[in-house]
Structure formats: structure tokens, C-alpha cells
T-cell receptor
């Protein structure tokens, strides 16, 4: 099956700093990549959808200037949490899809962010 | 609005069978997915239904009734490793995935 990697798997940073999370599709070209956030014991919350070479589409309530998404190639998307605060501490998961249509999403292993 | 409903938590016994239900109300329908998520890990794909009926895959089966807006995931011969959250998700008319809150399944010996 398709493999998606994320790096780092966990990160601890100080309040006010920025953190970049990478999401890579290892054995397929991902037309569309998705970024999710999941708080403990809660469901996945879609943050944004990105298509290679175009600007990401953010969900309502997600600040695009705080959560910068770059999808520069068909195998790499990055999420940068800028000026992180403790309330940004969460489990961030990316997924990739072969197309934006009926195919399943393949999830990365997730990145646990802790802001102190 | 769009809504996916599934029970919050279920408990079952090792070796038994459990059925996790999911009802949905979405703007359009382009398929229903079931994912398994172990604590602290990302979801993994279990099944995809786009036509009515039962899809069987080993110990897991998934059923869909589009007219009723209803699906279930059936897990047979339960094993301790099946303890996880099971997420139901529907693709709407814009091919956007709408996620349920997940059902936490607890397996007891």
C-alpha cells in the first residue's frame, strides 16, 4: 500500500517559536494532501487541503497566517506552526490522496507537538 | 448541516462479534470509509463502501445502506489488539471527508 511519512514524530518547542512538520508520500505522487489536528479523545479535525502548486484551502476557523502550508511537489507538503502557543499543542496528522476524488486517504504516522 | 453519528464507546469480549453503527446526513454521497485508530497513532484504512451491501475482508465486514444513511462495521473473532477507536467518514458531494467522532472499542478477556 501507499506509504506516507511525517517528520518529526514528536517535537517540544518553546512558546513563540515556529515549528515545521514535513509530510512525504514515499511511493506515490500525491495530488492532494490534507492536514488534520487531533486533541486527546477527540476526532480528527481537518485544518486544510492542499493541492500541489496551488494555495491551500483552509477550513473555517483555521488561521492561514498561523498555520502555513506549502505543497511544493507531488511528494512533499509542509505545515509550519508559527509563533506557537501552548494551546497549539496537539497531534498533527497529514494524509495524502492519489486524487481528490473517490480514493482513500493514506495517513502519515502523526506528529505530536508540545509547546511549553 | 452535515452530521456523522456513531456510539462513543462499546465494550465486547475477546472472541465475540461486535457491530459498530454509523448514521450520516451529508450533502451528497461519494463513499463511506471506516478507519481504525490506536491510541497515539494515525488512522489506518479498513474499508470503503460506495454501493449498498456488505463488503467482507477477513474478520472485518462493512455494510452500507445509502437510502437509510446507515453503515456498520462488523468485527468477528475479536482479539485484544482490536481495542482501538473506529472512525466512520463520508465523502460528500465535494469529495470532502466528513468525519465521525469515532467509537472507542474496549475488548475484555
Amino acid at each position: 500500500g501507499a506509504v506516507v511519512s511525517q517528520h518529526p514524530s514528536w517535537v517540544i518547542c518553546k512558546s513563540g517559536t515556529s515549528v515545521k512538520i514535513e509530510c512525504r508520500s514515499l511511493d506515490f505522487q500525491a495530488t492532494t494532501m490534507f492536514w488534520y489536528r487531533q486533541f486527546p479523545k477527540q476526532s480528527l479535525m481537518l485544518m486544510a487541503t492542499s493541492n500541489e502548486g496551488s494555495k491551500a484551502t483552509y477550513e473555517q476557523g483555521v488561521e492561514k497566517d498561523k498555520f502555513l502550508i506549502n505543497h511544493a511537489s507531488l511528494t512533499l507538503s509542509t505545515l509550519t506552526v508559527t509563533s506557537a502557543h501552548p494551546e497549539d499543542s496537539s497531534f498533527y496528522i497529514c494524509s495524502a490522496s492519489l486524487t481528490g476524488g473517490s480514493y482513500e486517504q493514506y495517513f502519515g504516522p502523526g506528529t505530536r507537538l508540545t509547546v511549553t | 448541516g452535515q452530521n456523522i453519528d456513531q456510539p462513543t464507546e462499546m465494550t465486547a469480549t475477546e472472541g465475540a462479534i461486535v457491530q459498530i453503527n454509523c448514521t450520516y446526513q451529508t450533502s451528497g454521497f461519494n463513499g463511506l470509509f471506516w478507519y481504525q485508530q490506536h491510541a497515539g497513532e494515525a488512522p489506518t484504512f479498513l474499508s470503503y463502501n460506495v454501493l449498498d451491501g456488505l463488503e467482507e475482508k477477513g474478520r472485518f465486514s462493512s455494510f452500507l445502506s445509502r437510502s437509510k444513511g446507515y453503515s456498520y462495521l462488523l468485527l468477528k473473532e475479536l482479539q485484544m489488539k482490536d481495542s482501538a477507536s473506529y472512525l466512520c467518514a463520508v465523502k460528500d458531494s465535494n469529495y470532502q471527508l466528513i468525519w465521525g467522532a469515532g467509537t472507542k472499542l474496549i475488548i475484555k478477556p
